[in-house]
């Protein structure tokens, strides 16, 4: 992460506001990093850009290299002349809302067009082509798999055999026979580098960093378990395992099954784990640092019995004592900050400390009266990033309403020294993240805006209504960003 005290904003990019159903890499994206600038933030934290299905979840991905051609922007196709005019914008019911199955229709519908009108102009330029060339071991694998799931549908699983368990000459065919719909697939993924690579090069001339993602697991209909079995705990049928989750914590009494096949680290172990090296170095073509989501799990993961209902039944996994070694080995600048959250052991922190990289401090976890909570504001340290929430908590208005008990509010007032109410608590909350001894604040923008529990991003005990929430226009209006500007440089930030 950057050197000295610095902040920024939480905020994804399927909620920025646009024209068409879901936050896009548009006019809207730019308007945002110019008030991260005028307030002198200099990091704007993204949830991962991989590909999602119309649960919207960015954390069970259908690949864990492809980008999510979701967010393309239309106005920017045709700013750069691969459509001919932007479409009309697309009536939605809920604008604070992402729907996301209406939202995959249309950004569907809208590449057909620009691949019609535009894919043999793009396949003359060299750009294209470089893309092509320097991803091709990820990408001749996905829009295959992309194409396939047009043909026979979801899951992979109940592919015919031949195609399922990845026959040569079979594959051969396939590619043949599915042409025009991998062409497609390339096309799209080539048009958000492109767009993505605009905003970042944007980003950084006004001194923004982008923080980026690594989700830990992949949805089991990936192109990544399909294309890589032996590296997951599946059968010969696709059938999973065995599945990841956590056990009973904070946040779920029965934990959390996710339902995603794990690693086989063993077998990753035996090729210096190339895939996990090959993501991590996908995500940072695409971000300056990254977030290792779920970073308990490089040390010990929690595994399912695939017929267990809950995460109640399981076991902690520990994973080879090579790996740490070899992450520092292939990424000596170690650009990462741990989600090191949960249940966290003595292990945990001997791998951050070994590291080096910082770990978050969450405020909302703070106030449970334990004089040795590292989430506490005087317990804080200064290699870590503090946050008043994040896109799994509620909304520090939220979380005051709806979810604080008596004992979280009297040990709140007594640090900050004063009542705390409703209108006070997410300028309470912001003060003490920024004036933290962590180097490095994100806030989530919900809490810029001080929104109550209506914005939340994700609740991990819930499956549904997740990942839905969006800004309005007027919310980048620049006045949010107001106090936030002032702290900055209150607190040496700026």
């Given at each position: 992460?950057?050197?000295?005290?610095?902040?920024?904003v939480?905020?994804?990019?399927?909620?920025?506001?646009?024209?068409?159903?879901?936050?896009?890499?548009?006019?809207?994206?730019?308007?945002?990093?110019?008030?991260?600038?005028?307030?002198?933030?200099?990091?704007?934290?993204?949830l991962?850009l991989?590909?999602?299905?119309?649960?919207?979840?960015?954390?069970?991905?259908?690949?864990?290299?492809?980008?999510?051609?979701?967010?393309?922007?239309?106005?920017?196709?045709?700013?750069?002349?691969?459509?001919?005019?932007?479409?009309?914008?697309?009536?939605?019911?809920?604008?604070?809302?992402?729907?996301?199955?209406?939202?995959?229709?249309?950004?569907?519908?809208?590449?057909?067009?620009?691949?019609?009108?535009?894919?043999?102009?793009?396949?003359?330029?060299?750009?294209?082509?470089?893309?092509?060339?320097?991803?091709a071991?990820?990408?001749?694998?996905?829009?295959?798999?992309?194409?396939?799931?047009?043909?026979?549908?979801?899951?992979?699983?109940?592919?015919?055999?031949?195609v399922?368990?990845?026959?040569?000459?079979?594959?051969?065919?396939?590619?043949?026979?599915?042409?025009p719909f991998?062409?497609?697939t390339?096309?799209?993924?080539?048009?958000?580098?492109k767009?993505?690579?605009?905003?970042?090069?944007?980003?950084?001339?006004?001194?923004?960093k982008?923080?980026?993602?690594?989700?830990f697991?992949v949805?089991?209909?990936?192109?990544?378990?399909?294309?890589?079995?032996?590296?997951?705990?599946?059968?010969e049928d696709g059938?999973?395992?065995?599945?990841g989750?956590?056990?009973?914590?904070?946040?779920?009494?029965?934990g959390?099954?996710?339902?995603?096949?794990?690693?086989?680290?063993?077998?990753?172990?035996?090729?210096?784990?190339?895939?996990?090296?090959?993501?991590?170095?996908?995500?940072?073509?695409?971000?300056n640092?990254?977030?290792l989501?779920h970073?308990?799990?490089?040390?010990?993961?929690?595994?399912?019995?695939?017929?267990?209902?809950?995460?109640?039944?399981?076991?902690?996994?520990r994973l080879?004592?090579?790996?740490?070694?070899?992450?520092?080995?292939?990424?000596?600048?170690?650009?990462?900050?741990?989600?090191?959250?949960?249940?966290?052991?003595?292990?945990?922190?001997?791998?951050?400390?070994r590291l080096?990289i910082?770990?978050?401090?969450?405020?909302?976890?703070?106030?449970?009266?334990?004089?040795?909570?590292?989430?506490?504001?005087?317990?804080?340290?200064?290699t870590?990033?503090?946050?008043?929430?994040?896109?799994?908590?509620?909304t520090?208005?939220?979380?005051?309403?709806?979810?604080?008990?008596?004992?979280?509010?009297d040990a709140?007032?007594?640090s900050v020294?004063?009542?705390?109410?409703s209108?006070?608590v997410?300028?309470?909350?912001?003060?003490?993240?920024?004036?933290?001894?962590?180097?490095?604040?994100?806030?989530?923008?919900q809490?810029?805006?001080?929104?109550?529990?209506?914005?939340r991003?994700?609740?991990?005990?819930?499956?549904?209504?997740?990942?839905?929430?969006?800004?309005?226009?007027?919310?980048?209006?620049?006045?949010?960003?107001?106090?936030l500007?002032?702290?900055?440089?209150?607190?040496?930030?700026?």
């Open positions: 992460m950057k050197a000295g005290r610095s902040s920024g939480l905020l994804h990019v399927t909620s920025l506001p646009s024209s068409y159903g879901v936050g896009d890499l548009g006019p809207s994206a730019y308007r945002f990093v110019d008030l991260m600038s005028e307030a002198k933030q200099s990091i704007w934290q993204i991962p991989t590909p999602v299905g119309d649960h919207g979840s960015p954390y069970s991905p259908h690949s864990l290299f492809a980008a999510n051609t979701l967010v393309l922007s239309p106005e920017g196709l045709a700013q750069d002349g691969f459509l001919q005019e932007p479409p009309s914008p697309v009536f939605v019911s809920d604008p604070k809302k992402v729907d996301y199955p209406e939202s995959l229709r249309f950004k569907d519908d809208l590449m057909d067009k620009a691949y019609r009108l535009s894919f043999d102009r793009a396949k003359g330029e060299g750009a294209y082509s470089e893309f092509c060339g320097q991803n071991e990820w990408l001749d694998d996905f829009s295959l798999y992309d194409a396939l799931t047009r043909e026979y549908g979801r899951p992979w699983m109940k592919w015919p055999e031949g399922r368990r990845r026959e040569k000459t079979v594959l051969e065919e396939e590619r043949v026979k599915l042409d991998v062409r497609k390339k096309f799209s993924q080539y048009l958000f580098q767009q993505w690579s605009d905003l970042a090069s944007y980003a950084d001339s006004q001194g923004v982008i923080l980026g993602d690594v989700p697991y949805l089991h209909d990936s192109s990544d378990i399909w294309t890589h079995p032996d590296l997951f705990k599946v059968a059938r999973a395992r065995f599945v989750g956590v056990p009973p914590d904070y946040f779920s009494r029965t959390q099954r996710w339902g995603n096949p794990v690693y086989d680290w063993a077998q990753m172990e035996k090729n210096g784990y190339r895939f996990w090296k090959d993501r991590v170095s996908r995500g940072l073509d695409l971000a640092y990254l977030r989501d970073f308990r799990g490089y040390v010990a993961y929690w595994e399912i019995p695939a017929e267990s209902g809950t995460a109640e039944v399981g076991e902690w996994v080879p004592p090579s790996f740490l070694g070899e992450v520092k080995s292939a990424f000596p600048d170690l650009p990462f900050v741990a989600e090191d959250l949960g249940e966290i052991t003595d292990d945990v922190r001997q791998a951050i400390d080096g910082p770990g978050m401090r969450v405020l909302q976890f703070g106030f449970d009266g334990s004089q040795d909570n590292p989430h506490f504001p005087s317990n804080h340290i200064r870590s990033l503090v946050c008043t929430g994040t896109h799994d908590t509620n520090t208005l939220g979380w005051f309403e709806e979810e604080a008990t008596q004992k979280n509010i709140l007032e007594e020294g004063h009542q705390v109410t209108k006070s997410c300028g309470d909350f912001l003060e003490m993240a920024m004036g933290s001894v962590s180097d490095t604040c994100v806030t989530p923008f809490d810029l805006l001080c929104l109550g529990g209506e914005a991003m994700n609740n991990p005990a819930s499956s549904v209504g997740n990942w839905r929430w969006r800004v309005m226009p007027s919310d980048l209006s620049g006045g949010s960003f107001h106090r500007a002032e702290l900055t440089v209150a607190t040496g930030r700026g």
